[in-house]
């Protein structure tokens, strides 16, 4: 934490950009411990195609920018089995993720994968399909629980062996919905609220994610490891996490659609905590539609869960029937000029021609809109998730049995004192120190910050502003182009990052491709009112159609600096 009040202040007006959210980059990294990703031999079967076995580092890929539908015509025609899609996803992982380019996205693979895959061939082939994830490889973040053969360790070697005592609700609907779990993806540790200079995509279990689009740019975010892992074709869809920033950043950051939801559609339980009030999980994919039927299958209300109670008849089983082609056509879109915009004159173009587009879709543009409470959104939130963190990660460790080595913030704290050449040899933990002195949840102060936050963000924030222009969303660029890695000063704080409204509110915030600047992707945002994702998808759906802005990486060591190239 800073020294004094006035750089506090400034760290606090920066958190959605160097705390939790992580707009800067860390690179190098550690190396892997004895919990490293086994070899793809490991999972090998003897009818593994003979493509496996193709020449090192190749990039050439045959799912290359496979869609869930794709994977499932296929399999229904009989081309690919789950196994030989599973098999091949894991031989790409193999290849760029440990070699080649070394992006390090992966934690570790789930040992029961090809044995899912061939449960869900057996039952296909007895006629049965569960819906479209029916075999379909899926990554989820390294802070959900599975308990199965996979470790949950929000990627911080202090829960290296602790047993989880049941699947988290997320990990649930997606065996059900039969979904083969791939494995667990890397991730800022602890979500990237350790300390007030980490490094985004870092964890001292796995080292140093890379952006696919620059080897020397940030992933971002928290889940750094679930975007690069979807940019780089690891798997058909992932699932990220956010409190503010930590499933869009990386998501616009690796040229991906990324949604995080309305706080309370989709169930937290079972995943490791920073603060209830605003964590959620959310799909992290190449395509609108791929979130669209990722999300529908993630919903419900679940009883360990109270938030998910306010969901009931307000979640959809399929999200893929408010995708419409020509859904911009009379839509009233609102720009958030105002602290979201002004920093970066490419992004700022690029936003520029996305208007255009929007017009010639039938759109009606107003510009501006801003969020008059903008520049206020930030005063409190540090110190409300400081609270928060304490409660919910001490009643989450305290949750865990005997094979934890933690249970409580205090214990983690300690361990990375006794372990700081492994768990601290870039960055502290100043604010896990900050939180652990934070008071109960009935303090007067906590309650005071949450109310205000809320109703700064929501009733007089986002509400008012789609009520005040009378529209149906509110668009800026979710970030800048990605910054470089500097594991010595931490992320780069300043930006405009349009994450902290939704993420303040509860309220839900799609990113979609908007472009490149010097060969790395930007995002645009489309943030809606409390429980209106159908209206969002089908904004961003229309968006995405006309524009296509998807791009695979190419794994280049840095961005594209000349000038011919800097936006394409």
């Known amino acids: 934490m800073a020294n004094d ?28 411990t004895d919990w490293r990703l086994p070899s793809l031999e490991a999972f090998a079967a003897p009818t593994a195609p003979r493509h496996l076995a193709s020449a090192a580092h190749s990039v050439v890929f045959d799912l290359q920018e496979a869609t869930i539908l794709d994977l499932q015509q296929w399999m229904t025609s009989g081309k690919y089995t789950a196994r030989a899609i599973a098999e091949q996803y894991l031989a790409r992982i193999q290849e760029l993720d440990r070699q080649g380019p070394a992006l390090t996205q992966i934690l570790e693979l789930n040992p029961d994968a090809l044995a899912i895959a061939d449960a869900m061939d057996v039952e296909r082939a007895a006629g049965k399909t569960r819906g479209q994830l029916h075999g379909i490889p899926i990554l989820i973040k ?44 890397n991730l800022s540790e602890w979500a990237n609220f350790r300390s007030t200079h980490s490094s985004s995509g870092w964890s001292g279990r796995g080292g140093q994610t890379k952006n696919p689009y620059a080897l020397d740019r940030t992933p971002s975010g928290s889940s750094s ?25 990386p998501a ?3 040229c991906l659609v990324g949604i995080k939801p309305t706080v309370g559609l989709v169930s937290r339980s079972g995943i490791v905590p920073i603060a209830h009030s605003q964590d959620t999980a959310g799909p992290m994919t190449r395509t609108v539609t791929d979130a669209a039927i990722l999300l529908g299958a993630l919903t419900g209300v679940d009883a360990r869960d109270s938030a998910t109670a306010k969901s009931a008849g307000k979640t959809q089983a399929d999200y893929t029937k408010y995708l419409d082609p020509n859904g911009l056509k009379g839509a009233r879109i609102g720009v958030a000029r105002e602290k979201y915009m002004g920093y970066s004159k490419p992004t700022d173009a690029l936003i520029a021609s996305a208007i255009d587009v ?15 409470t903008a520049r206020h959104l930030d005063d409190d939130e540090y110190d409300l998730l400081l609270y928060e963190f304490k409660a919910d990660l001490d009643a989450y460790l305290g949750s865990l049995g005997p094979s934890s080595p933690v249970h409580s913030l205090a214990d983690v704290i300690a361990f990375n004192d006794r372990n700081a050449a492994r768990e601290m040899p870039y960055f502290g933990q100043e604010i896990m120190e900050a939180a652990v002195k934070k008071g109960p949840l009935s303090e007067a102060k906590y309650r005071k910050e949450l109310a205000k936050g809320k109703r700064l963000a929501g009733a007089e924030g986002i509400d008012a502003t789609i009520r005040k222009y009378r529209l149906d969303a509110i668009i800026a660029p979710t970030q800048g182009p990605a910054s470089l890695i500097d ?13 902290s409204p939704a993420a303040v509110a509860g309220y839900p915030h799609i990113t979609v491709p ?24 089908r904004l961003a759906y229309a968006y995405e159609q006309a524009t296509k802005h998807r791009k695979p990486p190419r794994f280049l060591p840095t961005a594209e600096l000349d000038t011919a190239a800097g936006s394409r």
């Open 5 to 32: 009040r006035h750089e506090a202040v400034a760290f606090a007006h920066d958190l959605s950009r160097r705390g939790f959210l992580g707009l800067g980059l860390a690179s190098g990294a550690l190396a892997l």
């Open 142 to 185: 390294d802070n959900i629980a599975t308990a199965d053969k996979m470790q949950t360790t929000a990627g911080s070697l202090a829960l290296v062996g602790a047993k989880v005592p049941r699947d988290a609700f997320v990990a649930e609907r997606l065996r059900a919905a039969g979904a083969v779990i791939l494995g667990k993806t």
């Open 225 to 249: 490891g679930s975007g690069g892992a979807i940019a780089a074709n690891f798997a058909a869809v992932a699932i990220g996490t956010e409190t503010d920033g930590s499933v869009t950043s």
């Open 252 to 254: 616009a950051a690796a």
């Open 358 to 372: 929007m017009k010639s879709q039938g759109a009606t543009i107003v510009d501006p809109a801003n969020i008059a």
């Open 487 to 499: 594991l010595v000063n931490g992320d780069p704080s300043g930006g405009g990052s349009f994450t």
């Open 514 to 537: 908007l472009g490149f600047v010097f060969g790395l992707p930007v995002g645009i945002s489309f943030v809606g009112g409390a429980w209106t994702e159908p209206t969002l998808f």
